[in-house]
């Protein structure tokens, strides 16, 4: 029996990817696995002093390109400078730009509101609207995987426009999935659980947030390593029959009754 080529099935060798949200923790960590899985990159934040710094670390297979999702004339830019960067289209999306507003209920307001869905949900459309047209237009296949939240099915108080985001988001994958198929584009969601960020990290470190992390079953935050495997599943010819997925890395929360 022929023996299967399992480290070909992950292979990015000949993809061009671009990461939304590059600058940040886990954008740099995903940035990091699609090009060592062979991937050329394009790094793309507001921040572009760090994805410069990240893309002079990586090396000739990286690029930083500037980008604002709040911003749709940023987009078109960024994936020009990204397809000159890399000699062609981006065929894996990392829809990973986010922010969250941490305040209860009634003291938020409408700056705080739109601020999180013009990030978190209409950022993430528009880019990969962008995307989905460029491959359709070249008749090429490819993946969007975006990065949505177990906050997306659950709630905890305080950030109200995130969860109604994440949930939004989850929502937006499987109808882009379903439009897209035709095009040979597959879209699917990551959904993280409790992670240590910048976004987060002070809430774990208080005792609200020390709580939290005892009613996961793992009894433990996740790390971007975490992700590491399902980043690749949802990218690579592994994952090609998988469309409108979600794929949950929780340690179990998300399943918990407590």
Request: hydrophobic residues 50%; glycine residues 10%; neutral net charge.
């Amino acid at each position: 029996m022929e023996r299967m080529d399992i480290a070909g099935l992950f292979s990015l060798e000949g993809r061009r990817a671009l990461v939304t949200g590059a600058s940040g923790v886990l954008g740099a960590h995903f940035a990091r696995v699609l090009h060592d899985a062979g991937a050329q990159v394009a790094l793309a934040a507001r921040r572009v002093d760090a994805t410069r710094a990240l893309a002079a670390e990586l090396g000739p297979r990286a690029a930083s390109v500037p980008l604002d999702v709040t911003d749709a004339a940023t987009i078109p830019a960024a994936f020009d400078a990204a397809e000159a960067a890399l000699g062609g289209p981006c065929d894996i999306l990392v829809n990973n730009a986010g922010i969250a507003v941490t305040k209860p209920l009634l003291q938020q307001d409408i700056e705080d509101w739109d601020g999180v869905m013009a990030v978190n949900l209409r950022g993430c459309f528009l880019v990969g609207q962008e995307v989905a047209k460029r491959l359709a237009a070249a008749k090429l296949p490819g993946s969007i995987i975006n990065i949505a939240s177990v906050l997306g099915e659950r709630i905890i108080p305080g950030v109200a426009g995130y969860t109604a985001a994440k949930a939004g988001l989850l929502h937006l994958t499987r109808q882009m999935a379903v439009e897209l198929a035709r095009y040979g584009i597959r879209v699917n969601a990551i959904a993280p659980g409790y992670v240590a960020t910048d976004i987060n990290r002070d809430y774990f470190a208080s005792e609200p947030g020390q709580a939290m992390v005892k009613r996961i079953p793992q009894r433990r935050l996740g790390s971007p390593d975490d992700l590491t495997g399902p980043l690749l599943l949802l990218a690579s010819a592994a994952g090609a029959h998988m469309t409108g997925a979600t794929v949950t890395v929780d340690g179990g929360h998300s399943v918990n009754a407590l």
